[in-house]
């Protein structure tokens, strides 16, 4: 479904309901990008909701991006992945990197993870939408962390890294430091679209990102969800083959990060969405009075 935003001068996507006509996720991350970057003094600001410190990968320091190029329909991301106007905040490169540090130093002080209290945070990602919208952000900012020396992780879908091999280069600049882990949505276009929305022959784009990343040097691993309420065993089967042709070395068939669907609110939402035209309209009444 496609929304109107700002006083209806541009349409932007939404998250999906029934019906809805496959978009191209390009077009999408552009238009994101126009919403959740701008020029500042001190280089590309970006859009983030919160730095913190999550007990994930052992303790990570986090800046939580906002907007996504994709619309899967199981996300548990906050609403600034539909809405990304509406929510965050700008940032320059070094002022993100200097919160991501900042968070590393605080430790985890989140409620409902003090079990996690005791763990050292010494690395930092960006995560929670897609954060490789925004190039020139993201290069700038890894530059700036490799300054106070923490590896980096780096969470994509791999859209826009696969559709750009340049990108890919300039962040290979710093695989010293650097992890990509590339999340898979699907194996076939069919799947593709039914989960993402986006139209099916982009597909190939996360295989061709971890496969520009290996042959740049970058540590990249993909993760994939393959839960079967969405993914039949088959396709699986595909994909792991698929991802065992680009790195054999990796052992996917024995290795593979495999996500399933946590049943957050928003997943909840965006799900019910899907299903529910008269939901869908409420829940995007309420979210745009917000």
Same mark, same amino acid.
């Given at each position: 479904?496609?929304?109107?935003?700002?006083?209806?001068?541009?349409?932007? &996507?939404?998250?999906?309901?029934?019906?809805?006509?496959?978009?191209?996720?390009?077009?999408?991350?552009?238009?994101?990008?126009?919403?959740?970057?701008? *020029?500042?003094?001190?280089?590309?600001?970006?859009?983030? $909701?919160?730095?913190?410190?999550?007990?994930?990968?052992?303790?990570?320091?986090?800046?939580?991006?906002?907007?996504?190029?994709?619309?899967?329909?199981?996300?548990?991301?906050?609403?600034?992945?539909?809405?990304?106007? =509406?929510?965050?905040?700008?940032?320059?490169? %070094? *002022?993100?990197? &200097?919160?991501? $540090?900042?968070?590393?130093?605080?430790?985890? /002080?989140?409620?409902?993870?003090?079990?996690?209290?005791?763990?050292?945070?010494?690395?930092?990602?960006?995560?929670?939408?897609?954060?490789?919208?925004? =190039?020139?952000?993201?290069?700038?900012?890894?530059?700036?962390?490799?300054?106070?020396? +923490?590896?980096?992780?780096? !969470?994509?879908?791999?859209?826009?890294?696969?559709?750009?091999?340049?990108?890919? =280069?300039?962040?290979?600049?710093?695989?010293?430091?650097?992890?990509?882990? $590339?999340?898979? =949505?699907?194996? #076939?276009?069919?799947?593709? #679209?039914?989960?993402?929305?986006?139209?099916?022959?982009?597909?190939?784009?996360?295989?061709?990102?971890?496969?520009?990343?290996?042959?740049?040097?970058? +540590?990249?691993?993909?993760?994939?969800?393959?839960?079967? %309420?969405?993914?039949?065993?088959?396709?699986?089967?595909?994909?792991?083959?698929?991802?065992?042709?680009?790195?054999?070395?990796?052992?996917?068939?024995? /290795?593979?990060?495999?996500?399933?669907?946590?049943? +957050? !609110?928003?997943?909840?939402?965006?799900?019910?969405?899907?299903?529910? *035209?008269?939901?869908?309209?409420?829940?995007?009444?309420?979210?745009?009075?917000?």
């Amino acid at each position: 479904m496609i929304f109107p935003f700002f006083g209806g001068v541009c349409l932007y &996507q939404r998250f999906l309901t029934r019906g809805f006509k496959p978009f191209d996720p390009l077009d999408l991350a552009r238009e994101t990008e126009k919403i959740v970057t701008k *020029e500042g003094e001190d280089g590309v600001e970006r859009k983030y $909701v919160a730095f913190y410190s999550a007990p994930v990968y052992r303790g990570i320091a986090t800046g939580y991006a906002v907007g996504c190029c994709l619309r899967c329909i199981y996300c548990w991301s906050n609403w600034s992945r539909d809405f990304p106007e =509406k929510f965050g905040d700008f940032y320059s490169p %070094r *002022e993100a990197a &200097q919160r991501l $540090v900042e968070a590393a130093r605080e430790g985890i /002080t989140s409620p409902g993870w003090e079990r996690f209290r005791h763990l050292k945070v010494n690395k930092l990602r960006v995560s929670g939408c897609e954060p490789t919208i925004g =190039k020139d952000h993201l290069v700038a900012l890894l530059g700036h962390v490799k300054e106070f020396g +923490y590896p980096f992780y780096l !969470e994509t879908n791999g859209i826009l890294l696969g559709a750009d091999r340049d990108y890919v =280069k300039r962040i290979a600049e710093f695989s010293d430091m650097l992890y990509v882990r $590339v999340s898979f =949505k699907a194996a #076939t276009p069919e799947g593709f #679209t039914s989960r993402t929305g986006a139209i099916g022959e982009y597909y190939e784009l996360p295989f061709r990102a971890l496969r520009y990343l290996l042959d740049e040097g970058v +540590y990249a691993r993909a993760a994939a969800m393959t839960d079967p %309420r969405v993914m039949p065993p088959e396709e699986r089967n595909l994909l792991i083959s698929m991802l065992d042709e680009i790195d054999p070395a990796a052992d996917y068939p024995r /290795t593979l990060e495999e996500e399933v669907i946590d049943m +957050y !609110e928003t997943t909840i939402m965006r799900l019910k969405a899907f299903t529910d *035209e008269k939901f869908a309209r409420k829940l995007e009444e309420e979210l745009s009075r917000e």
